[in-house]
């Protein structure tokens, strides 16, 4: 969670729990800052996303060492607070060639959610997310860009 697993602390203990448990990927947040002009984003969010990039990409070499599996790709980080259509399209249209994660935390907000540690994910930026993953042109765009959605593979190898 919060991409915690790519912290040096913590990555050789996950490395090992996850080879111990046969999990055979693992996600390694390391996406390059996006120079459009519709990813402004306030300061603290920036570098959020610039801090987990740079420890994705410190992490990507002895994840695959290890001979665990990560995408070829990852973005999300910078749709933080405005996952918007516009800013989802913008970002596709600059994808590289390979495997790609995009991170999304989709969901609903509640008229009154109760009051517990997971209050946080009830929220307008979910409802965000998620009404843009629902987005009618969102397949006719990802069609025109042969952009294939797909699971991570069973056998990857």
């Known amino acids: 969670h919060q991409h915690v697993h790519v912290f040096p602390a913590v990555l050789r203990p996950m490395i090992r729990m996850a080879q111990k448990h046969r ?3 693992v996600r ?5 800052e996006p120079t459009s002009p519709d990813f402004t984003l ?8 610039r801090i987990f990039s740079r420890l994705g990409q410190a ?32 970002l596709l ?3 590289p060639d390979g495997l790609t994660e995009l991170m ?11 009051e517990t540690p997971f209050s946080g994910f009830s929220t307008p930026e979910r409802e965000q997310e998620l009404q843009t993953l ?11 860009m042969e952009i294939i959605l797909t699971s991570f593979p069973e056998n990857p190898d």
Do not use: V
Not at 134 to 144: A, I, Y
């Open 104 to 114: 999304t935390h989709p969901g609903r907000t509640m008229e009154h959610p109760p």
């Open 59 to 90: 992490a990507r070499p002895l994840i695959i060492a290890s001979g665990l599996h990560t995408t070829d790709h990852f973005c999300g980080l910078y749709l933080k607070g405005d996952f918007s259509f516009r800013r989802l399209e913008s």
């Open 134 to 144: 629902l987005n009618k042109n969102l397949r006719l765009t990802l069609k025109e």
């Open 93 to 95: 249209r600059c994808l």
């Open 42 to 49: 306030p300061d603290d969010a920036r570098e959020e996303a």
């Open 23 to 25: 999990i055979s990927w």
């Open 28 to 32: 390694t947040p390391n996406e390059p």
